[in-house]
């Protein structure tokens, strides 16, 4: 049986402990069923004997996690172990040498090297912005500076993944953004940060990214999330975390940040972006008062026409009138 298919049948409860052993601190209640399925059973105890051997080489972890099991070769254990990760830290860790089913195109596979302990493995995915090469315009964003705007006024679409890594990736042209969409797993992270092998701060900062993307309160991220499907996400709030609006202090996804903020801040290229583009208020008052003359003057245009032909058929008549009436003797 697949592992979805394992999942879906899990009733409430089983749910319930599933997440428990994943994120203990997630202050469910501990319930004592056994999970029905041995897949489900297998990925949580390797979620669990990973969480308490982070430091030890993928090598050294595959020979122990081997006792358990009778005649299964090292490839389908890494395998089970890569499955465990992939569930456990939403990276797609998944080593193409041994991956099984095909790879979308979209998608990048992160390879665990045998020698490499997933501490170091998930901790050199994250690396901080080089201080040298960020932007000197840094400031404070204005509060308007959201996922609808980029979405509603420069055009923008979101595309939603489920891996960490790619959180704030968008392709050339910038028309397309994704975004993480698993807040809740950050806010659980964060809760066992001591047992999970994704930094704090990265945990903290990918928190305030989505904060500052889709702030609780705005109606029209609330619209925008609602329209995606995604109303928990917007249930969530903001986690206990402020809206931090200061770009500075993002440090591992600054650079992204520094391109939507140029988008953001960038002339209106379109009529769309014209009409609601009101960060600059003289600029979008004048372009109503503009299209409003406009339209007046095409609306006294026709006005004129028929005034014109009134006056020109009035003036024939009075003409008309004048011819026939009888001179004076």
Not at 123 to 135: H, L, P, V, W
């Amino acid at each position: 049986m697949a592992f979805g298919s394992d999942i879906s049948s899990l009733s409430k409860t089983q749910k319930r402990e599933l997440v428990n052993l994943l994120w203990p601190k997630s202050h469910l209640r501990q319930h004592q069923h056994q999970l029905g399925s041995e897949t489900v059973d297998a990925t949580i105890a390797h979620v669990q004997f990973l969480r308490s051997h982070l430091s030890q080489p993928l090598s050294r972890i595959i020979a122990d996690v081997s006792k358990g099991f009778l005649n299964i070769d090292k490839d389908s254990i890494q395998q089970l172990l890569e499955l465990s990760v992939r569930i456990w830290l939403t990276i797609n860790v998944n080593s193409p040498s041994i991956v099984i089913g095909p790879t979308m195109a979209h998608e990048m596979p992160l390879r665990w090297p045998q020698s490499i302990s997933l501490a170091s493995l998930i901790g050199n995915q994250f690396t901080k912005d080089n201080a040298g090469m960020r932007s000197t315009k840094r400031t404070r964003l204005d509060r308007s500076f959201t996922a609808s705007y980029l979405v509603n006024v420069c055009g923008m679409t979101l595309r939603w993944t489920d891996t960490l890594t790619d959180h704030l990736r968008s392709n050339a042209s910038k028309e397309t953004l994704i975004v993480y969409k698993h807040k809740i797993c950050l806010v659980n992270h964060l809760e066992a940060a001591t047992e999970c092998p994704i930094p704090k701060d990265v945990l903290e900062e990918a928190l305030d990214s989505l904060n500052l993307l889709f702030p609780f309160g705005d109606a029209s991220t609330k619209k925008l999330l609602a329209g995606e499907g995604l109303h928990e996400f917007y249930r969530l709030g903001n986690c206990g975390r402020e809206r931090q609006l200061d770009v500075s202090r993002y440090e591992y996804w600054g650079n992204e940040l520094d391109d939507l903020v140029e988008l953001f801040r960038s002339p209106p290229r379109t009529w769309k972006q014209l009409a609601t583009d009101r960060r600059n208020k003289l600029e979008w008052a004048a372009f109503w008062i503009t299209v409003m003359v406009a339209v007046l003057t095409l609306v006294s245009i026709p006005c004129n026409i028929i005034q014109a032909t009134y006056s020109v058929k009035a003036y024939h008549a009075t003409l008309a009138q004048d011819n026939n009436c009888p001179s004076s003797a």
